[in-house]
């Protein structure tokens, strides 16, 4: 058991926990917009809001992934940290690939919080419209916080599959817990198992708490109706 | 009602005005992102018409890379999730046993391989078979991106089916069982396939699933898939960039024909339960099958 102390597994899943929980901040907000550009009265954002979620949700990660670094980067020139500074390669990756990941998993905060939108009842609208309220007041202080009560339990699986996503950000030299598995299996070939194991109860641990805890938060809060 | 909305009121003259605003500050900034990319790809040549050239004048583009790089692609996935759907019955089924020790090893096992991450298993899967078995270095990977999406999908469908089956009115299982059937009997004849029926369209979007995770396999495997391609595309047209935007078009046209595949038939099942016309409602004994609610588990996989 002893080879684990030579590699730093706990350096390569705290890259994956903050892979994580930038790209969920990420996520939360641009689905939240993508959310109410979708139900808004404005025809172009609707329509901006429809493309965009059917367009990324079909397109693997993998090559959103790709497609940060080889297009935005390489290609586009789009430098999301300094270039002088020594550890920009690796800042760089990092930030390319949390933009990938908020890119792609905003998609299904969107689907989630638009049926968590279709839970709230008709009468609530109705009953904010007659008070005057305006569309972005109506959404933003009527109908979105009951709609989030009611989408914790999907946002939660978002969650999850999110955090095991993370691994993809490997095809560009993120070094997360994936990337440590394939360099470890490479120089240990005989401990395959101990090594599998390693890993797999590492993602046991980030998603286990995470779902229970979740699944606790959602059965606390649900609207009762 | 005249609102096209609950959210909003049908627009007067004030609400038209101010939507015209909107509409033109929100196109600007549409097309001031438009132009970045444009004018960016522009500049590095990107959209020079050689680049672009082979995908319409040269057919060997597509008869060496891209189609075989798409049958792989579609091999990969049909075949997980032709092995999936069994492994999936079977455990979706263990884990409603009478027996607990049944009921707790397949949940152990499903919870498990839900909750690593399917490169992980991916990995895990090519070196096990390059150390214990001897097939060929080629079909290796892909049996190993095979084997990893089965056991990811088979645990993610034992969730689906068992929601099917619980799902179903208890009057099934106690109709069969009056009858004389025996609890396998009742599980093969009556509830699965009910619960199959009911969780078709879960079951061909979690085929959009399979078939975005098998580029993992292309990126970071071996496996000679459509995403994979772009390497050996570019090396030999030099024109990185048009190809993957050819390749994420693919990408997005057969996943979008099975998203709206998967949409016709949850709009054609729902129908089913529907009273015919001229039928009060509240004289119907309802059932819900909560297809949009049934957990999915990860439908939101790479």
């Not at chain 1, 430098?79 to 800042?91: I, M, R, V, Y």
């Not at chain 1, 890119?103 to 008070?131: D, H, K, M, W």
Request: hydrophobic share 55%.
């Amino acid at each position: 058991m002893d080879f684990l102390s030579r590699y730093d597994l706990l350096g390569a899943f705290w890259v994956t926990v903050r892979l994580t929980v930038f790209s969920a901040i990420g996520s939360l907000v641009w689905g939240t917009v993508l959310a109410g550009m979708r139900v808004s009265p404005v025809p172009v954002m609707r329509a901006f809001g429809t493309a965009y979620v059917n367009l990324v949700r079909n397109t693997p990660l993998t090559l959103i992934i790709l497609g940060t670094s080889l297009g935005l980067y390489s290609t586009l020139g789009l430098a999301l940290a300094d270039e002088t500074s020594g550890t920009f390669l690796k800042d760089n990756n990092f930030r390319l690939a949390v933009l990938g990941f908020v890119a792609y998993t905003s998609t299904f905060v969107c689907e989630s919080l638009r049926s968590g939108i279709n839970t709230v009842p008709v009468g609530q609208a109705e009953a904010a419209r007659a008070l005057g309220l305006r569309f972005s007041q109506t959404l933003w202080i009527v109908v979105l916080p009951q709609a989030f009560r009611a989408v914790i339990a999907p946002l939660a699986s978002v969650l999850i599959a999110l955090t095991k996503n993370t691994t993809v950000a490997s095809a560009i030299g993120v070094a997360e817990a994936s990337l440590l598995m394939s360099e470890m299996i490479e120089n240990e070939a005989d401990k395959l198992f101990l090594i599998f194991l390693a890993i797999a109860a590492g993602f046991v641990v980030l998603t286990l708490p995470t779902g229970l805890f979740l699944g606790w938060v959602a059965k606390k809060v649900a609207v009762k109706r | 009602m005249s609102a096209p909305s609950v959210l909003y009121d049908a627009p007067g003259p004030k609400a038209r005005a101010r939507n015209v605003v909107y509409t033109v500050a929100f196109s600007l900034v549409l097309l001031g992102a438009a132009w970045f990319v444009v004018s960016g790809l522009n500049e590095e040549g990107q959209l020079d018409a050689e680049l672009w050239k082979p995908f319409v004048a040269d057919s060997r583009i597509w008869t060496e890379f891209l189609l075989p790089g798409l049958g792989t692609t579609l091999e990969a996935a049909a075949a997980a999730i032709l092995i999936a759907l069994p492994v999936g019955a079977i455990f979706g089924i263990a884990r409603l046993s009478d027996h607990a020790w049944v009921r707790a090893l397949a949940g152990a096992l499903v919870e498990f391989f839900r909750a690593i991450p399917v490169l992980v298993l991916m990995i895990f899967c090519d070196r096990f078979y390059y150390l214990f078995t001897d097939i060929s270095p080629d079909n290796r990977t892909f049996w190993a991106v095979v084997t990893a999406l089965v056991l990811y999908n088979g645990s993610v469908l034992a969730e689906v089916v068992r929601a099917g089956i619980l799902s179903l009115p208890r009057g099934q299982t106690e109709a069969s069982l009056a009858l004389g059937l025996r609890k396998t009997q009742t599980m093969t004849l009556i509830l699965l396939p009910q619960a199959v029926t009911a969780m078709l369209p879960a079951i061909v979007s979690q085929l959009v699933v399979v078939l975005k995770d098998t580029a993992i396999g292309g990126a970071m495997l071996t496996l000679p898939d459509l995403l994979s391609q772009y390497k050996l595309i570019a090396n030999n047209y030099n024109n990185t960039i048009p190809t993957l935007i050819v390749i994420a078009a693919l990408y997005i046209v057969i996943n979008t024909i099975l998203t709206q595949l998967a949409g016709r038939l949850e709009r054609r099942l729902s129908r089913r339960n529907r009273p015919p016309a001229g039928v009060r409602e509240d004289h119907i004994e309802r059932q819900d099958v909560h297809l949009a609610e049934t957990k999915t588990g990860e439908a939101s996989g790479a």
